[in-house]
């Protein structure tokens, strides 16, 4: 709880961060329109390829920061001895972090799916894939994070590492959105993006914790 | 037997020997001076200590147990300062003594008199981006107040700090002793330590070598 308010605090104090992720994932997008022309058709198609793959990329711009600072001033060496579980910790700084990026991109997916034309009806499985998904990329981002700290161009590295973990949930996100275009049924793709989820909220923060106590040594 | 021992200690770093079969004792109000060269393992000792770094042979032992066998009363009974201060610039002075205080459980109203006890209580509300080296430093020993430990490990604490502050932190390590705490500390500069036990760890790369 004491992580989560002062991880609270310092975005709040910070800010930019988060501004900054919204705004590349919409620039990502917008340029989409742009690069492959106006016609209505082909952006309808490619939509939720576009929106995906700009999520996936602006949620990694912010990865690298999750541990790198407490890092670099030593507070992860006071977590790491502290009485109360680095698990927690860990599972604390990746809500929060979901929260200022993952949160912020399904509010802005909407609008994009519109610039994109995508047929309103599909826009509710749509958000579904980004709320079940985007918390999945939070969660494996965390460990990709940790195991980077220490490294040169970590943050090249960390996209290495960690954008290959990201693909069954963009195969099963974008399918479940085109499915839903075509009138087809849904709930396997959401299902499986669920247990995805539910598989890394299990795993990760155990794992991260791990690689953090390695990187303290 | 007593209350905080290493024997025989043993440490590897990057496949070069730091020092080997290191022993210390401490007991409860008791003192340890680490001291030797640049290099001689006196910040790597403390982190052994503190249980960030495992011995390559020895042991570690707390109230008898081994501290590596997982968190047990240990964790909550030690309290660490290293080189790097900890501090968040974007919170204030107060703010970030609070956290590592209720990170471990302590009450936020040990803060005011923690950073009174160390002439930062005017910073208080102070964003911690504008203190000077030295006050950052004082903010970081403030934890040592903020949340009670029977163990404190610090490395080079003097370093940054004034005379004024050094004196402080002294008559707090005292006040500390005095009521049966221990501590454990490295430094180039004489703190003045009644009856603390010392430990050249110079002297032993020397005998080993």
């Known amino acids: ?217 | 037997m007593p209350l905080f021992e290493g024997t025989d200690l043993d440490c590897v770093r990057g496949e070069r020997l730091v020092f080997e079969g290191v022993r210390f004792a401490l007991d409860a109000g008791g003192a340890l001076v680490l001291t030797g060269a640049n290099g001689s393992g006196k910040s790597t000792l403390l982190r052994l200590m503190a249980g960030l770094l495992r011995p390559a042979r020895g042991l570690i032992r707390w109230d008898g147990s081994d501290i590596a066998d997982g968190p047990g009363s240990f964790a909550a009974a030690v309290q660490y300062v290293g080189h790097a201060d900890a501090i968040k610039p974007a919170l204030g002075v107060a703010e970030n003594v609070a956290f590592w205080a209720s990170l471990r459980g302590a009450p936020a109203t040990n803060v005011a008199g923690a950073l009174d006890a160390f002439g930062i209580a005017h910073l208080a509300r102070l964003p911690a981006r504008y203190l000077s080296a030295g006050q950052r430093r004082r903010t970081n020993l403030a934890r040592l107040l903020a949340s009670p430990a029977r163990l404190w490990l610090l490395d080079e604490p003097t370093t940054a700090l004034d005379a004024d502050s050094a004196a402080r932190l002294a008559r707090v390590i005292a006040r500390h002793r005095a009521g049966g705490g221990m501590v454990v500390v490295s430094t180039h500069t004489e703190l003045g330590l009644d009856g603390a036990a010392s430990l050249d760890l110079s002297a032993l790369q020397m005998a080993a070598s």
Request: hydrophobic share 65%.
């Open chain 1, 1 to 217: 709880m004491a992580v989560l308010r002062r991880e609270l605090a310092l975005v709040h104090r910070q800010g930019v961060d988060s501004a900054m992720v919204i705004a590349f994932f919409v620039i990502a997008v917008v340029l989409f329109p742009f690069g492959v022309g106006p016609e209505p058709n082909v952006l309808a198609r490619i939509g939720p390829g576009v929106i995906w793959v700009a999520a996936l990329l602006a949620a990694m711009l912010s990865m690298e920061r999750l541990f790198q600072s407490d890092y670099d001033d030593g507070s992860l060496e006071l977590l790491v001895l502290a009485p109360s579980a680095l698990e927690m910790t860990v599972a604390a700084k990746i809500l929060v972090h979901w929260l200022t990026t993952g949160l912020p991109l399904i509010v802005a997916a909407p609008l994009l799916a519109v610039m994109m034309n995508m047929p309103t009806d599909v826009f509710p499985v749509l958000l579904a894939t980004l709320a079940l998904g985007t918390p999945t990329l939070s969660l494996i981002g965390a460990v990709g994070a940790a195991l980077v700290l220490g490294a040169r161009r970590g943050g090249v590295l960390l996209s290495l590492l960690v954008l290959p973990l990201f693909i069954p949930v963009l195969i099963f996100a974008v399918g479940a959105v085109d499915a839903a275009a075509a009138d087809l049924p849904t709930k396997a793709q959401l299902l499986i993006l669920g247990g995805l989820l539910t598989g890394a909220m299990a795993l990760s923060p155990w794992a991260a914790a791990a690689a953090l106590r390695q990187a303290v040594e």
